[in-house]
């Protein structure tokens, strides 16, 4: 059974860092995109940042220049630098992966809490 586990979230001041990562485990044969979304209260659930196989990026407007997305293919890891945190990233953090199982299915972490006081 695959599961993905996130960790880091928590509660920062404004202008500070955190790290989320997000492991694989299980039966995995590869692990093709991982992604992190987020959703706000009352809000839809958004992406945030994804990332490939081969390493190519893509992030949401509103975290370029501050979130940096990266991968550790060898123990199955994605991970999330967010930099300059303001109080409008506050929500929770999802990792998501396309993982070839049997097959190529979708994964969701648990969710982690991010909060940014002001």
């Known amino acids: 059974q695959v599961q993905l586990v996130e960790s880091g979230g928590g509660l920062v001041q404004a202008g500070g860092s955190l790290r989320l990562s997000c492991a694989a485990s299980g039966s995995i044969f590869t692990i093709n995109a991982m992604a992190w979304y987020r959703q706000a209260p009352g809000k839809q659930r958004e992406l945030v940042a994804a990332?490939?196989?081969?390493?190519?990026?893509t992030y949401a407007d509103s975290v370029k220049g501050r979130f940096t997305i990266s991968r550790d293919n060898a123990n199955k890891t994605g991970y999330l630098q967010m930099n300059s945190l303001r109080p409008e990233d506050t929500a929770v953090y999802y990792c998501?992966?396309?993982?070839?199982?049997?097959?190529?299915?979708?994964?969701w972490g648990q969710g982690t809490q991010v909060t940014v006081s002001s």
């Open positions: 998501y992966a396309a993982i070839v199982v049997a097959g190529l299915r979708n994964y």
């Open positions: 990332i490939t196989s081969g390493g190519s990026t």
